[in-house]
């Protein structure tokens, strides 16, 4: 089971308009204002807003867009100081940590409207993906 299976037979329930659309909203205005700074210096290889995932600029545009995703989720484990061999445990600065893991999200949205994701479309995707990890924990697959 795969989520093909789930979307081609269950709908997600309905959501109504809320914080993801919020996000959505909040990070495309900042993608417009992002677009033409990176255009001007050659950091965005695409001239459209979405990016065509069958051509090979989109392509590296996504992929550089999934970079920075990286970047931020390692910069968010740096902030991990704990070492399983250390016998001294040290706290964690849980502002910078979930400034980072911020970070990656709000490029993780910036993909989603790269790629021509609304949150509707996020929200289906994630519910079916959703109901076969379901599936799979129920069937011990």
């Known amino acids: 089971m795969n989520i ?3 979307l081609a037979k269950e709908e997600p329930p309905q959501t109504q308009v809320g914080l ?3 996000m959505f909203a909040m990070q495309a205005r900042l993608e417009e204002k992002y677009a033409p700074i990176e255009h ?3 950091l965005r290889w695409i001239e459209q807003q979405t990016a065509d995932l069958d051509d ?3 392509q590296l545009q996504v992929k550089d867009q999934v970079f920075r995703i990286i970047t931020e989720l390692i910069e968010m484990t740096e902030t991990l100081k704990n070492k399983p061999w250390k ?4 706290p964690t600065d849980k502002n910078h940590f979930y400034e980072e893991l911020s970070d990656s999200f709000h490029f993780f949205l ?8 609304t949150p509707q479309d996020l929200f289906r995707i994630y519910f079916a993906k959703h109901q076969v990890n379901e599936f799979r924990i129920t ?3």
Do not use: H, P
């Open 110 to 117: 910036g993909l989603c409207l790269m790629v021509g994701l």
């Open 20 to 22: 993801l659309e919020d």
């Open 87 to 90: 016998q001294t445990q040290m």
């Open 40 to 42: 001007a210096r050659g």
């Open 56 to 58: 090979a600029k989109g």
């Open 139 to 141: 069937s011990n697959y």
């Open 4 to 6: 093909i299976d789930i």
